[in-house]
């Protein structure tokens, strides 16, 4: 028996939905991150520019594409943890079709990648 307030219940959902919006919004721009690099890395030769122009520059954005695959990685932890008491608390939110498959017991990519 769920004992939550429907205003918890709402709380509940908001929460969900934004956690999945910003994990999509990091996967997109994770994509346009590494389509900017393999622009730069694919049509340097072509327009004639030579290897040290653009190469602090294409330094900053390896690095920014490696800050956020590691804010991605926060953020899935975090949803874990949100998930996990949202469980511990009985609430009920609901995703209306936007849910994704995720690993049976909750373990990391890591780990699923580790026993194959």
Do not use: Y
């Amino acid at each position: 028996m769920n004992s939550n307030t429907p205003d918890q219940n709402a709380f509940a959902s908001l929460v969900a939905h934004e956690l999945i919006q910003s994990e999509r919004q990091l996967d997109v721009s994770g994509a346009r991150l590494t389509a900017l690099l393999t622009t730069i890395f694919e049509g340097r030769v072509p327009a004639g520019i030579a290897a040290c122009v653009g190469q602090s520059g294409l330094q900053k954005t390896a690095a920014a594409l490696s800050a956020l695959v590691e804010a991605r990685g926060q953020i899935i932890g975090a949803h874990s943890h949100f998930e996990r008491d949202g469980r511990r608390l009985g609430l009920d939110w609901s995703m209306s079709g936007l849910t994704e498959s995720k690993p049976i017991t909750g373990a990391a990519q890591d780990d699923l990648a580790a026993a194959a």
